[in-house]
């Protein structure tokens, strides 16, 4: 919007600025060129007084000349012709004797813009790089980047070029990191700088003389460079050391990116260096800057993907302040969720709970939403907050906590009672229809526990004109009918006239349609509906998996540092699935590639080599597995497995096998190869098809590594429960090892080596057993069907592994 009076304005001015008083008073006329310089702030045109401003730069005041400079600079682009007129007095004053006024003439003599001024400018800004004053040449330095990009199609002058490159030696580090600048800018189509090892060594000795944004463009530069041995690669790494811990956020993210595009081949260097920054992240998160903790903490979630215990023993570093605002307390909460364990959960669970009543309707239903992920693995304790949240009737909260009750019981059906017991008089409270939704898919999967389900319903159905969404229609429609086939004497009726609005009264033709598919289903019998919409309740699938695993940092070192991890979220703890969770869970979850049939051909015998060749029994394989039908049904809860589990520890004892009248304990080896790099995702997937289901992992990276897990047993005389435990402790080398392999099992490595490097070589897993009843068959069989997934898993890495080498 113009400046009410601008013309007025201009005229005044334009009066002062040729007045003769005026101008024989330097403070008079400095004070009417603040005036103009004000105007034109203010949104004035004053275009018109570019004569008269070019009158009044030639002076001595240094200030007068900032003031006009800056409208020159401002109008230059209106006014190409009378702009010849300032280059005279800007190239007067490239010769000044004070070298403050030298660079600011340079610098506004390139910031001039125009094309037609280049050959004027080209002379002043080659004998800038050669001035005496280091504040002149970082002008000259960023003026001929100015320059190359106003004429962007012109040939690149070789020896301005040299000349950049020969400054990068300049005593002074603000020159030498614009050079860098300046000649990623010129040479942009030509890749950038080149840096080579005299260039690396030198900025990395000369970099803790820069200030904080220097050493960071120092840092990314530096990215460009790989090291031509391993000597060179650790003489670097000592020298970044120092600045992996700065007390600069910045300066330690742009090390860290370094170190880790340096070590890509290098993952327990890699591991060494996350570990390293904990503290300087853990810092950044108590940032004054909101913008700092938020971006600390989205690469702290960044780093758990691949190290998720990390941040463990600092947990309550991200428990949230009252004043935070709600971006940050999500973020914190979904770390939380991270750094669950037994120890902490008690204490995480009491935090999360305050959060639930926030003020903030976003941040209340995050926290219950991380209540409910943390259910998967202390259901327990979890169900008793989240049914103590609906009784405080407050819509926001209720609508969350059905949602998230919901997506429970999908994923841990052995909840379903006490949810069930919960459900009652939640419908008074709910407004929203996602909510809703939630309350009518549990009502419809799980009505015949809810004795209120009927009447709940029936209400549902009675304001179904009035209702304005379409999927609260859609989902009260597919739960009406699943309700039907279990309780059909209390909602035949209803049903009916729920189906006469759908097909005769609703405009939506998505509601109709399926109300014409469910009518003409019941046309075709009771059981071909019940076959239809009574399928699983659960997905035990998604079911526990205590302990995230690890990722390789190669997945998401690229996106360190920079607006990503920001952009993407990080890790999402458990977001608010729209519609029915059996549309949420038909999803794929991860990118695992399982065959689609068991390979039964590998036959349970030991390697070559073992010297328990004739000793132990082949037992396992005798019994094919097709003999045995294996159940996930009832489903078993994590804290029931370890009760069970614990329960028959007094057992134990050294033989490889143990009974009672109604108990079998057992143990056996099965060896296999390459199933240790195996992600806990497809470990479980390839479980999952032969229905034996995972608990609990060790992170692939850790030894001991173990896997717990249960099935049940049915085509067998007598339908069994087995628990089971997959053991891989390493193996012990008797030859010595020398100091520096004993130091790098120092550090770790060992570890990730004895999990990693076994491609070509079989290794020893233990596996235990518990069954109640006994039932010594089905224990043989079960063997066989472990034995038949381990060795599938084991030729695909090794079909993997000779494909990487053809």
Same mark, same amino acid.
């Given at each position: 919007?113009?400046?009410?009076?601008? $013309?007025?304005?201009?005229?005044?001015?334009?009066?002062?600025?040729?007045?003769?008083?005026?101008?024989?008073?330097?403070?008079?006329?400095?004070?009417?060129?603040?005036?103009?310089?004000?105007?034109?702030?203010?949104?004035?045109?004053?275009?018109?007084?570019?004569?008269?401003?070019?009158?009044?730069? /030639?002076?001595?005041?240094?200030?007068?000349?900032?003031?006009?400079?800056?409208?020159?600079?401002?109008?230059?682009?209106?006014?190409?012709?009378?702009?010849?007129?300032?280059?005279?007095?800007?190239?007067?004053?490239?010769?000044?004797?004070?070298?403050?006024?030298?660079?600011?003439?340079?610098?506004?003599?390139?910031?001039?813009?125009?094309?037609?001024?280049?050959?004027?400018?080209?002379?002043?800004?080659?004998?800038?790089?050669?001035?005496?004053? /280091? !504040?002149?040449?970082?002008?000259?330095?960023?003026?001929? /980047?100015?320059?190359?990009?106003?004429?962007?199609?012109?040939?690149?002058?070789?020896?301005?070029?040299?000349?950049?490159?020969?400054?990068?030696?300049?005593?002074?580090?603000?020159?030498?990191?614009? !050079?860098?600048?300046?000649?990623?800018?010129?040479?942009?189509?030509?890749?950038?700088?080149?840096?080579?090892?005299?260039?690396?060594?030198?900025?990395?000795?000369?970099?803790?003389?820069?200030?904080?944004?220097?050493?960071?463009?120092?840092?990314?530069?530096?990215?460009?460079?790989?090291?031509?041995?391993?000597?060179?690669?650790?003489?670097?790494?000592?020298?970044?050391?120092?600045?992996?811990?700065?007390?600069?956020?910045?300066?330690?993210?742009?090390?860290?990116?370094?170190?880790?595009?340096?070590?890509?081949?290098?993952?327990?260097?890699?591991?060494?260096?996350?570990?390293?920054?904990?503290?300087?992240?853990? /810092?950044?998160?108590?940032?004054?800057?909101?913008?700092?903790?938020?971006?600390?903490?989205?690469?702290?979630?960044?780093?758990?993907?691949?190290?998720?215990?990390?941040?463990?023993?600092?947990?309550?570093?991200?428990?949230?302040?009252?004043?935070?605002?709600?971006?940050?307390?999500?973020?914190?909460?979904?770390?939380?969720?991270?750094?669950?364990?037994?120890?902490?959960?008690?204490?995480?669970?009491?935090?999360?709970?305050?959060?639930?009543?926030?003020?903030?309707?976003?941040?209340?239903?995050?926290?219950?939403?991380?209540?409910?992920?943390?259910?998967?693995?202390?259901?327990?304790?979890?169900?008793?907050?989240?049914?103590?949240?609906?009784?405080?009737?407050?819509?926001?909260?209720?609508?969350?906590?059905?949602?998230?009750?919901?997506?429970?019981?999908?994923? !841990?059906?052995?909840?379903?009672?006490?949810?069930?017991?919960?459900?009652?008089?939640?419908?008074?409270?709910?407004?929203?229809?996602?909510?809703?939704?939630?309350?009518?898919?549990?009502?419809?999967?799980?009505?015949?526990?809810?004795?209120?389900?009927?009447?709940?319903?029936?209400?549902?159905?009675?304001?179904?004109?009035?209702?304005?969404?379409?999927?609260?229609?859609?989902?009260?429609?597919?739960?009406?009918?699943?309700?039907?086939?279990?309780?059909?004497?209390?909602?035949?009726?209803?049903?009916?006239?729920?189906?006469?609005?759908?097909?005769? $009264? $609703?405009?939506?033709?998505?509601?109709?349609?399926?109300?014409?598919?469910?009518?003409?289903?019941?046309?075709?019998?009771?059981?071909?509906?019940?076959?239809?919409?009574?399928?699983?309740?659960?997905?035990?699938?998604?079911?526990?998996?205590?302990?995230?695993?690890?990722?390789?940092?190669?997945?998401?070192?690229?996106?360190?540092?920079?607006?990503?991890?920001?952009?993407?979220?990080?890790?999402?703890?458990?977001?608010?699935?729209?519609?029915?969770?059996?549309?949420?869970?038909?999803?794929?979850?991860?990118?695992?590639?399982?065959?689609?049939?068991?390979?039964?051909?590998?036959?349970?015998?030991?390697?070559?080599?073992?010297?328990?060749?004739?000793?132990?029994?082949?037992?396992?394989?005798?019994?094919?597995?097709?003999?045995?039908?294996?159940?996930?049904?009832?489903?078993?809860?994590?804290?029931?497995?370890?009760?069970?589990?614990?329960?028959?520890?007094?057992?134990?004892?050294?033989?490889?096998?143990?009974?009672?009248?109604?108990?079998?304990?057992?143990?056996?080896?099965?060896?296999?190869?390459?199933?240790?790099?195996?992600?806990?995702?497809?470990?479980?997937?390839?479980?999952?098809?032969?229905?034996?289901?995972?608990?609990?992992?060790?992170?692939?990276?850790?030894?001991?590594?173990?896997?717990?897990?249960?099935?049940?047993?049915?085509?067998?005389?007598?339908?069994?429960?087995?628990?089971?435990?997959?053991?891989?402790?390493?193996?012990?080398?008797?030859?010595?090892?020398?100091?520096?392999?004993?130091?790098?099992?120092?550090?770790?490595?060992?570890?990730?080596?004895?999990?990693?490097?076994?491609?070509?070589?079989?290794? $020893?897993?233990?596996?235990?057993?518990?069954?109640?009843?006994?039932?010594?068959?089905?224990?043989?069989?079960?063997?066989?069907?472990?034995?038949?997934?381990?060795?599938?898993?084991?030729?695909?890495?090794?079909?993997?592994?000779?494909?990487?080498?053809?």
């Amino acid at each position: 919007m113009p400046y009410l009076g601008g $013309e007025e304005t201009v005229r005044e001015l334009k009066r002062a600025l040729s007045n003769p008083n005026v101008q024989s008073e330097p403070l008079r006329y400095r004070n009417t060129v603040l005036r103009v310089v004000r105007a034109m702030s203010q949104g004035v045109n004053v275009s018109g007084l570019f004569s008269e401003m070019v009158k009044a730069c /030639a002076t001595v005041d240094v200030v007068q000349k900032k003031l006009v400079y800056m409208f020159l600079c401002s109008y230059a682009s209106l006014n190409p012709e009378l702009s010849l007129l300032v280059i005279n007095t800007l190239r007067k004053d490239c010769q000044d004797p004070n070298p403050m006024v030298r660079s600011l003439a340079l610098r506004n003599m390139s910031n001039l813009r125009l094309p037609s001024l280049v050959e004027y400018v080209e002379q002043p800004l080659t004998a800038g790089l050669r001035d005496r004053a /280091a !504040c002149v040449r970082r002008v000259a330095v960023l003026g001929w /980047a100015k320059l190359y990009n106003l004429q962007s199609g012109s040939d690149i002058d070789a020896a301005v070029v040299n000349e950049l490159y020969s400054l990068l030696r300049d005593p002074d580090p603000v020159v030498m990191v614009n !050079c860098l600048r300046a000649l990623d800018e010129i040479l942009k189509e030509e890749g950038g700088v080149v840096i080579n090892k005299p260039i690396t060594h030198h900025l990395l000795n000369r970099m803790k003389e820069c200030d904080v944004w220097g050493q960071c463009e120092v840092l990314r530069v530096l990215q460009r460079y790989r090291p031509q041995s391993d000597d060179e690669l650790f003489d670097i790494l000592s020298l970044l050391d120092a600045s992996l811990v700065s007390p600069h956020p910045p300066v330690m993210a742009a090390t860290l990116s370094l170190f880790l595009s340096l070590c890509a081949d290098l993952p327990a260097v890699s591991l060494a260096a996350l570990e390293r920054v904990s503290g300087p992240l853990l /810092a950044a998160c108590g940032s004054g800057s909101r913008e700092m903790r938020f971006t600390a903490l989205c690469h702290i979630q960044l780093l758990m993907r691949s190290v998720p215990g990390l941040m463990g023993p600092h947990f309550k570093r991200f428990f949230c302040g009252y004043a935070e605002p709600a971006y940050i307390k999500q973020r914190k909460m979904q770390i939380m969720v991270e750094l669950v364990n037994d120890e902490n959960v008690s204490m995480l669970l009491d935090e999360l709970k305050g959060y639930c009543t926030d003020v903030n309707t976003d941040t209340a239903q995050a926290a219950i939403q991380a209540i409910g992920h943390i259910g998967r693995s202390y259901s327990d304790r979890c169900l008793e907050i989240l049914t103590g949240l609906l009784g405080l009737k407050q819509d926001h909260i209720t609508s969350a906590v059905v949602q998230t009750l919901r997506d429970l019981v999908w994923v !841990c059906p052995q909840c379903s009672d006490t949810v069930c017991s919960a459900l009652e008089g939640c419908e008074e409270t709910l407004q929203d229809s996602q909510g809703r939704q939630a309350l009518l898919w549990l009502l419809g999967v799980y009505g015949d526990g809810v004795s209120s389900a009927p009447y709940t319903l029936e209400a549902f159905i009675d304001g179904v004109r009035s209702e304005v969404s379409l999927g609260v229609k859609m989902e009260l429609l597919t739960a009406t009918m699943r309700l039907f086939l279990t309780r059909p004497a209390e909602t035949q009726d209803m049903l009916g006239r729920l189906l006469h609005y759908c097909i005769e $009264e $609703e405009t939506d033709m998505c509601v109709r349609d399926l109300g014409l598919l469910y009518y003409h289903l019941l046309k075709c019998g009771v059981e071909e509906t019940r076959n239809v919409l009574q399928g699983r309740r659960s997905d035990p699938s998604l079911g526990v998996l205590i302990g995230r695993p690890a990722e390789p940092i190669s997945q998401w070192a690229c996106s360190f540092n920079t607006l990503e991890p920001l952009k993407k979220g990080g890790t999402v703890t458990q977001t608010a699935s729209r519609g029915s969770p059996e549309h949420e869970a038909s999803k794929p979850k991860t990118a695992v590639e399982l065959p689609e049939t068991l390979d039964c051909s590998h036959i349970h015998t030991d390697p070559p080599d073992s010297a328990s060749t004739g000793q132990r029994s082949d037992s396992a394989a005798e019994l094919p597995a097709a003999s045995l039908t294996l159940s996930l049904s009832p489903t078993l809860s994590p804290e029931e497995f370890e009760r069970r589990w614990l329960q028959r520890c007094s057992l134990r004892s050294e033989e490889a096998a143990e009974e009672s009248n109604d108990f079998l304990q057992t143990e056996d080896r099965i060896y296999c190869s390459a199933v240790l790099q195996r992600s806990p995702q497809t470990l479980q997937a390839a479980m999952q098809l032969v229905n034996i289901q995972t608990l609990a992992f060790t992170p692939p990276s850790t030894l001991p590594w173990r896997v717990f897990f249960y099935t049940h047993t049915a085509g067998t005389p007598a339908s069994t429960l087995i628990l089971g435990e997959l053991l891989y402790a390493g193996e012990a080398d008797p030859t010595p090892k020398d100091e520096e392999e004993e130091e790098r099992k120092a550090d770790g490595e060992a570890a990730a080596e004895e999990l990693t490097g076994r491609e070509d070589r079989q290794v $020893e897993v233990k596996v235990t057993l518990k069954q109640q009843p006994k039932d010594e068959e089905a224990v043989r069989a079960f063997l066989s069907v472990l034995s038949t997934v381990l060795h599938t898993l084991s030729s695909e890495r090794h079909d993997e592994h000779a494909a990487t080498h053809v």
